[in-house]
């Protein structure tokens, strides 16, 4: 590891808990104090925060392919400087329709400093040694919500939520910005990651080994399984606090729940890596999103008491912990770090999707079926589901080059080479 890999890792560790906590984890503690000021319902303003998701979802794809082709650093830059100047829009919002102009533009900025973009620049920049800075990275941003939601509790007492979200973008501005521009200057591989106007002598192969890839039954069905598990996980952030608030806790505690799943993230993501050196990677997969179900279904039947609740909510966060590694790892060790950059976007894209809608969704069954209870039973129903694809994904193995019978010794070898570095 040299002095300028272990300066961007440190950097980007920072960014994330930062750029998480100030444009995910802010918002579900206040996003009642915004419907009750406005008089927009809480589904109007929850549907605003997913439709930026979506939009981020959707954005991470190009996004994704001009990081190949630039780097982090001009990336990563500018989209902490958009984050900025979305969130101000979004606290200064004369109206529905810019409220949620403002949070679709905080949604192509989110796309440029969230986990994919920073998953790319460490896999590019670590390459073999990918897991244990990807450990680094996500145990350090496991804290976002264990220091961002109380803090945006903390300051929504003195404060009314347009001047939180401005002391938030000052707080995303003053350390994001300079980080990303200073910290992220490594080379970047042109080899690994063409330069425009490059032309591959022999494109053919590989781009062919991708569209079987992209269309074999394991890819489809670990993506599909991962992307119901990421809208229950996620459903299960920004619905907690009405959860535990029906339940007789106040919005305080709720709000320091939402924060102690972050210190759970952390404990799920140190148990990753044993569990890497026990299961192979469709394995682990099947057990994180199976686990997630049924924490969820928990949450959805426990009544109580209040420290019960908050340690189940520790929980999930636990499991979302580890669920973030799978993501983060699943396409380099099942088809190579040498396709991440171009099989990653396609890959997480209907996750990132299915993280931007669970808000909302989520809000909306929860009205539909007049319980936030029921809503967490069916929430982890769908992780069940999840758990079954991933589970079926493992029944027939595809080639992740040919697309027929797999290649044992191809994944057999990823899953040693995870299993040894999570050993380091």
């Not at 890792?9 to 009750?36: H, K, M, N, Q, W």
């Not at 099942?334 to 396609?346: K, Q, T």
Request: with cysteine.
């Amino acid at each position: 590891m040299t002095a300028g890999s272990r300066r961007a890792l440190i950097a980007l560790c920072i960014t994330e808990i930062v750029s998480y906590g100030v444009l995910y984890y802010a918002f579900p503690v206040l996003a009642e104090g915004i419907a009750d000021d406005t008089g927009w319902s809480r589904t109007a303003v929850t549907a605003a925060f997913s439709a930026g998701n979506l939009l981020g979802a959707v954005a991470g794809v190009p996004v994704g392919r001009l990081l190949g082709r630039r780097g982090p650093r001009p990336v990563m830059t500018a989209g902490s400087i958009l984050a900025v100047a979305a969130l101000a829009g979004v606290a200064q919002a004369p109206s529905y329709g810019w409220f949620l102009a403002a949070w679709l533009v905080a949604g192509v900025a989110m796309a440029g400093v969230f986990y994919p973009p920073a998953f790319a620049a460490l896999t590019g920049w670590y390459g073999p040694k990918r897991l244990p800075a990807l450990t680094t990275l996500t145990l350090a941003a496991g804290f976002a919500s264990t220091i961002f939601a109380p803090l945006t509790a903390g300051l929504a007492t003195h404060l009314n939520w347009r001047e939180v979200y401005l002391v938030l973008a000052a707080i995303l501005a003053a350390i994001t910005i300079p980080a990303h521009a200073w910290a992220l200057r490594l080379p970047w591989r042109p080899d690994q990651h063409p330069a425009p106007g490059h032309i591959d002598p022999n494109p053919a192969p590989h781009r062919d080994g991708d569209r079987r890839v992209l269309g074999s039954r394991m890819f489809l069905l670990l993506a599909a399984a991962m992307t119901l598990s990421a809208f229950a996980l996620y459903a299960v952030v920004v619905n907690l606090v009405p959860l535990l608030t029906g339940r007789g806790l106040s919005t305080t505690l709720a709000a320091w729940a939402i924060g102690l799943g972050g210190v759970g993230q952390v404990a799920g993501r140190l148990c990753y890596r044993p569990l890497a050196t026990r299961l192979t990677v469709r394995g682990r997969t099947a057990a994180v999103i199976g686990a997630g179900g049924l924490a969820t279904l928990l949450l959805g039947v426990l009544p109580g008491p209040a420290f019960a609740l908050v340690g189940v909510a520790m929980l999930v966060g636990a499991i979302r912990g580890m669920f973030t590694l799978v993501e983060a790892t699943i396409v380099a060790d099942l088809w190579g770090a040498e396709r991440f950059a171009r099989l990653n976007g396609v890959f997480n894209a209907p996750l990132t999707g299915a993280t931007a809608l669970a808000p909302s969704i989520g809000a909306a069954l929860a009205a539909a079926m007049g319980s936030y209870p029921l809503l967490f039973v069916a929430l982890g129903a769908a992780g069940g589901l999840g758990a079954a694809l991933a589970i079926a994904a493992t029944a027939v193995p595809t080639s992740p080059v040919t697309g027929g019978a797999a290649v044992v010794g191809t994944v057999t070898a990823a899953d040693t080479v995870a299993s040894q570095l999570a050993g380091q």
